[in-house]
Nanobody, 130 residues
């Protein structure tokens, strides 16, 4: 069982920065058993994958829309996932979710597995004003 709680969202002006965190509580395993990812959802649209990180933090994947602006990282000792967001745009507005899945394959593959069978946080709102 994995319980995920996001924090750090809020309102920021376009061009600004924000750092999200996702803290895990895990029973029956360890944080490093899980690949982790960040997703975004806006009303009326499907949940969109943004980025993923493997268990060790050595492999990362970003979708084109956030590559170069967002940075995913993890601290396995603190059981925490991070998303550093810079150069924010109004189109980055949405509910941000972290996800976890026990997966040892590629980070791209992990995103699909998260959507199919992952553990999810409740999400946190990020609003970027123009």
């Amino acid at each position: 069982e994995v319980n995920l709680v996001e924090a750090g969202g809020g309102l920021v002006e376009a061009g600004g920065s924000l750092r999200l965190s996702c803290t895990a509580t895990i029973s029956g395993g360890t944080f490093s058993d899980y690949a982790m990812g960040w997703f975004r959802q806006v009303p009326g649209k499907e949940r969109e994958a943004l980025c993923a990180i493997n268990w060790s933090g050595m492999s990362k994947y970003y979708v084109d829309s956030v590559r170069g602006r967002f940075t995913i990282s993890r601290d396995n000792g603190k059981k925490t996932l991070y998303l550093e967001m810079t150069s924010l745009k109004p189109e980055d507005t949405g509910m941000y979710f972290c996800a976890a899945v026990p997966y040892a394959g590629s980070t791209v593959g992990a995103l699909g597995e998260m959507l199919r069978s992952g553990f999810w946080g409740r999400g946190i709102q990020v609003t970027v004003s123009s």
